[in-house]
């Protein structure tokens, strides 16, 4: 056995069933992470068996569509499989690790080099490798070679593993990996789907992992909302989100959506140097991936000071509140897509040309599956499903009329129950609004 799988062994377990080892190689939450769960009454995952499931759902979705295997570039896709991070931002634009796993199950990493050590204590993977870029950064005018050599790699791995199925999905491939594969015959198909539809439905652990996720980014809002006093910078403001995040062990936040006063129409405007007064509207989309890389995509907006609201700002803050709180209320197990389409709350035709983009979105580790639109966006970018058990979504709302001076952002995180659906989200909404 290994000097470090020894160790191990004579250590004890954090919550989540990970070793207490305070020099670990493995990231996850901190000691605050866990001191302020506990204090929430919340539990921790069991990553063992989260990362079981895991990959048992991956392998259902191969045997369904009789695929031999799965290819994985996507940093988060790689993630879900093996549970195991490095350089994830970095990772995203340059496609230097890669993942397989086969319609049983095993699975091979090929990790950036001299990376070896950050997945060893991940049994699941059964073999880890490397030599996965081909991308012209890393391999210049040899790109082609390298990629062949590597999709030669993979097709000996397949036929000894698998056998004759030359069915293979991939999720993202530079062009020249995709040509590799194709001159060897290879049938290719979305993984993208395989992966969408495997992290689809949620167990017990991945819903612990994310209330506690939601958790510890609440605990940041509620310290961004009482530094948001006037005369202090937008940009000051969402630096506390991700400085708490990171203090609990999370991971990164995928954008910078915070804007006040004017800047919070029309939307997406991202934190800037805007000095903050009295009285503004501050609205944020946290969009954070926190501890255990579970996303926790909240969205709130409230005064700078104790200001009294305008007449404006409640209405604003008043229609978005409804529109959230009655989509919520149509989520069901069975319901469709397009039946949610079809029932959603209509916003007033002043605010529909700056709606939001969707009315609700799947969350899990990013942003996922599915997508529902507005109804004026079904046709052109809509289309079918059905809530399940297990699901969870992000419903929101952006009111903001064109041309209007202010905005407002609202959003809540939800699962989707055997008998409707709970909401994840504790953070409260602004009671002098609602008044």
């Known amino acids: 056995m290994p000097a470090n799988k020894k160790q191990q062994n004579r250590l004890g377990l954090r919550p989540d069933g990970s070793p207490d080892d305070n020099n670990r190689v493995e990231i996850g939450p901190t000691a605050l992470a866990f001191q302020e769960w506990q204090e929430l009454g919340l539990t921790a995952p069991q990553l063992t ?16 569509r009789e695929l031999a295997a799965v290819l ?14 490095n350089m994830q931002l970095w990772i995203t634009h340059n496609h ?14 090929w990790d950036f080099h001299n990376s070896d050590h950050l997945s060893e204590h991940l049994p699941l993977v059964k073999e880890l490798r490397q030599g996965a870029s081909f991308f012209y950064f890393e391999t210049g005018e040899f790109t082609p070679q390298h990629a062949q050599r590597f999709a030669n790699e993979v097709a000996d791995l397949l036929l000894h593993h698998v056998g004759a199925n030359k069915r293979l999905a991939i999720d993202k491939i530079e062009i020249a990996g995709l040509r590799a594969f194709d001159q060897l015959g290879f049938e290719i198909s979305d993984g993208q789907m395989v992966m969408e539809q495997a992290r689809l439905i949620k167990n017990v652990d991945e819903v612990n992992a994310m209330r506690c996720s939601i958790a510890s980014t609440e605990i940041a809002m509620r310290k961004m909302q009482t530094a948001s006093v006037p005369g202090v910078s937008e940009n000051d403001i969402w630096s506390i989100l991700h400085a708490e995040n990171i203090r609990r062990g999370g991971e990164w936040i995928e954008c910078r959506i915070m804007s006040s006063g004017p800047r919070t129409n029309p939307w997406f405007q991202e934190s800037g140097p805007r000095m903050v007064e009295y009285g503004d509207m501050l609205a944020l989309d946290t969009d954070l991936i926190g501890p255990y890389g579970i996303c926790a995509d909240l969205s709130r907006s409230w ?17 978005a509140y409804e529109h959230i709180q009655t989509n919520m209320a149509l989520l069901k197990p069975g319901l469709s897509f ?52 297990g699901m969870t979504l992000c419903v929101e709302a952006y009111v903001g009329a064109v041309g209007g001076k202010q905005g407002v952002k609202l959003e809540d995180q939800v699962l989707i129950t055997e008998s409707g659906f709970e909401n994840l989200t504790r953070y409260p909404f602004e009671a002098k609004m609602l008044a």
């Open 338 to 389: 397009r039946e949610l389409t079809e029932q959603s709350h209509r916003l007033p035709p002043e605010y529909r040309d700056q709606r939001y983009g969707v009315i609700m979105h799947g969350v899990g580790l990013c942003d996922e599956y599915p997508s529902i639109r507005y109804p004026e966006d079904y046709a052109g970018h809509g289309y079918d499903g059905v809530l399940q058990a």
């Open 96 to 109: 230097a690790r890669a993942c397989m796993v086969t319609a049983s199950g095993y699975m091979i990493l």
């Open 49 to 64: 068996r989260m990362r079981e499931y895991r990959l048992q759902r991956i392998a259902e979705q191969l045997q369904q």
């Open 72 to 85: 994985l570039f996507d940093p988060l896709n790689i993630r879900y499989a093996t549970d195991s991070t």
């Open 303 to 319: 005064l700078v000071g104790d200001a009294k609201p305008t007449v404006e700002q409640k209405q604003l803050y008043q229609l």
